[in-house]
């Protein structure tokens, strides 16, 4: 009886720490002035979910001119 509390609380445990951190995540995006050159990228910043971030890299492109010649990334971190 005794074991299978302990495997219970440990399964337990284990989907507690994955749920937190699929919710937890934050998504990061990066935009690329130059779609040719990555190595040359402006972090943009944490957001709360992949919308808010893609929208800020669109901006952030439309900005500088770059909206047809940029690229921007999304991701969870």
Known sequence: ML???KKLIF????VL??????TSSKWHGYAYPDKNNLSNGLYLG???NEHECT?????????IGK??????????N
């Open 11 to 14: 399964i337990s445990s284990l």
């Open 3 to 5: 074991q299978k509390n």
């Open 46 to 48: 944490e957001f709360k």
């Open 55 to 63: 929208a800020a890299a669109i901006n952030s492109l439309k900005k």
């Open 17 to 22: 720490i994955v749920v937190y951190s699929i």
């Open 67 to 76: 909206i047809g010649s940029g690229h921007f990334e999304c991701h969870k």
